[in-house]
């Protein structure tokens, strides 16, 4: 049984490794800048630190904002004991009706496994929380981390494996986000009320500074300038090939990556929480996701 699950993983690397996205190399400074906690934090080159400790946390936000494409981080997580630590990767717009994409990456305590926390907001609307455990150890090394974003389809995906897809039903009345302009954000911050076993572990400050190490950010996405943007970055050109086919559908080898993902490693799906929606469960849930 032990050997099959290490095959499992082997063929997903192999897998994740065929289909890497792009080869990613973008220098921090050209497209990011740190918006707060900056006596701390740290940027040169492809290289990124963010700190928390008891004077602050830390966050950085791009300079430009983007409608639908792929946005990649590669990161490294606060390592030892982080809990109470909150490592936030997200698309954002503005506003009270805003839309976001998250990755959220919540500490933990000494020999447990991080938890790696995605959402959706679409007009302000959250509450589409699908949580997992990494299959590897995410403080040892750097992984990439990319939120994929086109006109048919939210992807997540981790070292180029999909976890989570939300795709556009909004011919059918259920919200989705295409037609607001988002910025990329990271943050490193104190969640220690709620992040690690909701809020019963805190943070231990005699481990500061926390840090978490980031490289080689790559935005390949569309430029938004307005509202005149949505027709420009929807077209289905050359420029815009996330508009392509082959984007708006996961490919057969896609899906069985994800399903084996989701069935070992997802520990909550909104989608399945009947208690907390009273059996009001939301549309997409009953809609085919890949």
């Not at 180029?160 to 990329?184: F, H, T, W």
């Not at 090939?241 to 082959?246: G, H, I, L, N, V």
Request: charged share 15%; hydrophobic share 35%.
């Amino acid at each position: 049984m032990a050997r099959s699950r290490l095959l499992c993983l082997a063929n997903l690397f192999i897998l994740a490794i065929a289909f890497h996205l792009v080869s990613v190399n973008s220098m921090f400074s050209d497209n990011m800048y740190i918006n707060w906690g900056a006596h701390h934090s740290w940027m040169q080159g492809n290289d990124l630190q963010l700190v928390l400790d008891q004077s602050a946390g830390s966050g950085v936000q791009s300079k430009g904002t983007f409608l639908f494409g792929s946005i990649e981080m590669q990161i490294k997580l606060v390592p030892g004991n982080s809990a109470g630590t909150v490592t936030a990767y997200y698309l954002s717009s503005t506003g009270d009706k805003h839309d976001e994409i998250d990755f959220e990456f919540l500490g933990n305590v000494s020999g447990q496994p991080y938890i790696i926390h995605t959402n959706i907001f679409t007009q302000g609307a959250g509450g589409r929380e699908q949580q997992f455990y990494p299959w590897f150890d995410p403080t040892a090394d750097y992984h990439n981390y990319t939120i994929h974003w086109n006109p048919s389809a939210v992807v997540w995906y981790v070292d180029g494996i999909p976890i989570r897809v939300y795709k556009n039903y909004q011919s059918q009345g259920i919200l989705y986000p295409n037609a607001q302009g988002m910025k990329v954000y990271s943050s490193l911050w104190n969640a220690d009320n709620w992040a690690t076993r909701g809020g019963l572990d805190k943070i231990d400050w005699t481990n500061a500074p926390f840090i978490a190490k980031y490289r080689n950010f790559a935005p390949r996405a569309c430029p938004w300038y307005g509202p005149g943007s949505i027709s420009q970055c929807t077209a289905p050109t050359p420029n815009n090939w996330y508009t392509s086919p082959e984007y708006s559908q996961l490919s057969y080898a896609k899906q069985g990556q994800m399903a084996w993902i989701r069935s070992t490693y997802m520990i909550y799906d909104y989608c399945k929480d009947t208690t907390r929606f009273n059996g009001q469960i939301p549309g997409e849930c009953f809609k085919p996701q890949f």
